[in-house]
């Protein structure tokens, strides 16, 4: 089992440009969620999915859009880059959405917008 | 949403227990407690969750007050690569709180 597996580990962009960060978990987990971290504080959710065509809103979605068109992938995309979105994104997966549940959490992208 | 509180930093040396606090005054009957722990430069990475009894696995123990108003993670014997931020978080048992977010959490630091 690979896990949950986030692509590209790293990634510069410009302002105005736009990017998908890919999300893919092999554990056939229902339920996926993005979170962002910002320098030395904890991580805001800011989509997530109880499965494939089902997404919602967490934090803070703005300047984000998710889709889920398999159990597998749960891809984020930033249509036009800003500098505050400068962060690192984190992608993780649950088998439930309940508190019995672990989350699993890959290892993240670290976005830089210039 | 409950939320959970914990100091910003500990110290503690290596080959010697850990407790990490956390306090959870509002916490409802249904939510599950979680810590998870950030290593530098990588994911977090589930540690050990519990309702009301205490539980214990293969990286933790975790001892929950009787009124579940706080919790403590217990490392039996530090290690240099247990330096990490950890956090406490409550999931609902049904869900509730899916728009979860996680705190700063506590940083420990583990002195050889």
């Known amino acids: 089992n690979a896990g949950v597996t986030q692509t590209p580990k790293f990634r510069i962009l410009k302002i105005g440009q736009s990017m998908t960060l890919q999300c893919t978990q092999d554990m056939n987990h229902n339920y996926m969620y993005w979170y962002r971290q910002d320098p030395g504080m904890g991580l805001k959710l800011i989509y997530y999915?109880?499965?494939?065509?089902?997404?919602d809103k967490g934090e803070v979605p703005n300047g984000y859009n998710v889709s889920r068109s398999t159990t597998e992938d749960f891809p984020l995309r930033l249509e036009l880059a800003a500098p505050s979105q400068t962060s690192v994104y984190f992608c993780?997966?649950?088998?439930?959405?309940?508190?019995?549940?672990?989350?699993?959490f890959g290892n993240g992208t670290r976005l830089t917008v210039t | 949403d409950a939320k959970t509180t914990q100091p910003n930093s500990m110290e503690s040396n290596e080959e010697e227990p850990v407790h990490l606090p956390c306090n959870h005054s509002?916490?409802?009957?249904?939510?599950?407690i979680h810590w998870y722990r950030q290593l530098p430069s990588q994911g977090p990475e589930y540690v050990i969750h519990g309702l009301t009894s205490n539980v214990n696995n293969r990286m933790a123990s975790l001892a929950i007050a009787e009124d579940r108003k706080s919790s403590t993670l217990i490392l039996h014997r530090a290690t240099l690569r247990d330096a990490a931020v950890y956090y406490c978080i409550l999931r609902d048992q049904i869900g509730a709180n899916s728009k979860l977010t996680f705190g700063k959490g506590i940083t420990l630091s583990v002195r050889p």
């Open positions: 509002t916490i409802s009957g249904t939510d599950y």
């Open positions: 993780a997966s649950s088998y439930s959405i309940g508190g019995q549940s672990p989350l699993h």
């Open positions: 999915s109880v499965g494939a065509g089902i997404t």
